[in-house]
């Protein structure tokens, strides 16, 4: 069984940065994709970032500029760099793998202040 343990999440201020990490432990299968997506209080869940075994990376439009993937395959480790946060950038950020079915991080809290 796979599990990811997703860290990193603090209170910092609006402009600073903070970077994410994602490791994955278990019996570890062929990631087709990993990234991270986020959670606010009364939103859905939505795409940050995301990147394929290959390295080909999507970010949301929101964090486009902000925010970098990058993933270390012999780690198996995937972390999000977020630079210039936001007020609006505050939320729950889960990590994520689809592997053929999807697995989840429990999630880290990333608050920013104004």
């Known amino acids: 069984q796979v599990q990811l343990v997703d860290s990193g999440g603090v209170l910092v201020q609006a402009g600073e940065s903070l970077r994410l990490s994602c490791a994955a432990s278990?019996?570890?299968?062929?990631?087709?994709?990993m990234g991270w997506y986020r959670q606010a209080p009364g939103k859905q869940r939505e795409q940050v970032a995301t990147?394929?075994?290959?390295?080909?990376?999507n970010y949301g439009d929101s964090v486009k500029g902000r925010f970098t993937i990058s993933k270390d395959n012999a780690k198996n480790t995937v972390d999000l760099q977020m630079n210039s946060l936001k007020p609006e950038d505050t939320a729950v950020y889960y990590c994520?793998?689809?592997?053929?079915?999807?697995?989840w991080g429990r999630g880290t809290q990333v608050t920013v202040s104004s």
């Open positions: 994520h793998a689809f592997v053929g079915y999807n697995i």
């Open positions: 278990g019996s570890i299968p062929r990631f087709i994709v």
């Open positions: 990147i394929t075994s290959g390295g080909s990376t």
